[in-house]
Nanobody
Framework: QVQLVESGGGLVQAGGSLRLSCAAS????????MGWFRQAPGKEREFVSAIGRSYDNTNYADSVKGRFTISRDNAKNTVYLQMDSLKPEDTAVYYCAASISLVGYVPTKDSQYALWGQGTQVTVSS
């Protein structure tokens, strides 16, 4: 029974940086594909980034390419999202998710992720 807990959100000025962390517990972390999603008020939850069981397999939404970097440390059962050059439109609740999908690619749909954290708020001021 795995549990995901996000942390690292907060208030930052436009152009600033934050690093989100997602700690997993309960089972073998290295078997999961890990992803980040976000949801702003009144909007649908959207894909941000994901990293596969192989660290070379990553995916980013076009809106964050070049600004966000996903990484994982299996020894610490943790996935990270380094967020640089933040914009006000990045303001949202950010969710960590884990997938046990057996497909041969990094999933980008929320329906492909079975385990979810509680979310952490990121607010970017202009």
């Amino acid at each position: 029974q795995v549990q995901l807990v996000e942390s690292g959100g907060g208030l930052v000025q436009a152009g600033g940086s934050l690093r989100l962390s997602c700690a997993a517990s309960g089972r073998t972390f290295s078997t999961f594909v890990m992803g980040w999603f976000r949801q702003a008020p009144g909007k649908e939850r959207e894909f941000v980034s994901a990293i596969g069981r192989s660290y070379d397999n990553t995916n980013y939404a076009d809106s964050v390419k070049g600004r966000f970097t996903i990484s994982r440390d299996n020894a610490k059962n943790t996935v990270y999202l380094q967020m640089d050059s933040l914009k006000p439109e990045d303001t949202a609740v950010y969710y960590c998710a884990a997938s046990i999908s057996l497909v041969g690619y990094v999933p980008t749909k929320d329906s492909q992720y079975a385990l979810w954290g509680q979310g952490t708020q990121v607010t970017v001021s202009s």
